[in-house]
């Protein structure tokens, strides 16, 4: 099935500076989900990106949808601690009203601040 | 509303037990999922359900039975647990097919000895 590829595996970075995951595909997306999973929890529905191009903020985090629909990236400006976490992207193939209900999920990106 | 619940939050099996993990919703949810979490392997779909009475199987169905005979609960089964499925397991429910966004449970940690 589709493949959602997430880079980087792992982050580290001082607090304050910006963070970027990314979430690649070979094939046009349907959709892209965003979830966040604090260390120990469970993963939180953040967003969902739809159309070609299109870009989502939510106070510090900013979400991006390629032209192309085949990667979408989240971008934290300065990081807190409170940002610590795995940061997930999805794909929902029955968005488009057909293909699986299966979501395809990345790997994740860990993302650990330093203090 | 209580959202997505699951119990037990903690459990220890020998090779060979079997045992239900439970999931319930109270947000009138048609479908609901279960994934397991490996260290590196991201969220892989075991058994979805798309309403009371239907089932199907995802990514990495072997070793479960799932049963949906009402809209809230979706409990998932180990027939024979085997070390190889230890790991954290989540339930989800979502809206529908389209608004699919998952309510994840706060998952049930399984250690298989």
């Known amino acids: 099935g589709q493949q959602v590829m997430q880079i980087p595996q792992y982050q580290h970075v001082q607090e304050g500076e910006d963070f970027t995951t990314y979430c690649n595909s070979s094939?046009?997306?349907?959709?892209i989900q965003w979830y966040k999973q604090r260390p120990g929890g469970h993963p939180v529905f953040l967003i969902q990106l739809v159309k070609s191009g299109e870009v989502k903020k939510q106070k510090r985090l900013t979400f991006q949808f390629g032209e192309a629909k085949k990667n979408s990236s989240l971008h934290i400006t300065a990081t807190q601690t409170t940002d610590v976490g795995t940061y997930f992207c999805a794909e929902n193939p029955a968005y488009s009203g057909a293909g699986s209900y299966q979501l395809t999920f990345g790997k994740g990106t860990k993302l650990s601040v330093i203090p | 509303n209580a959202g997505v619940t699951q119990t037990p939050k903690f459990q220890v099996l020998k090779t060979g037990q079997s045992m239900t993990l439970q999931c319930a919703q109270d947000m009138n949810h048609e479908y609901m999922s279960w994934y397991r979490q490996d260290p590196g392997m991201g969220l892989r779909l075991i058994h979805y359900?798309?309403?009371?009475?239907?089932?199907d199987q995802g990514e990495v169905p072997n070793g479960y039975n799932v049963s949906r005979s009402t809209t809230e609960d979706f409990p998932l089964r180990l027939l024979s647990a085997a070390p190889s499925q230890t790991s954290v397991y989540f339930c989800a429910s979502s809206y529908s097919r389209v608004r699919n966004e998952q309510y994840f449970g706060p998952g049930t940690r399984l250690t298989v000895t």
């Open positions: 094939t046009t997306l349907s959709n």
């Open positions: 359900s798309v309403g009371a009475g239907i089932t």
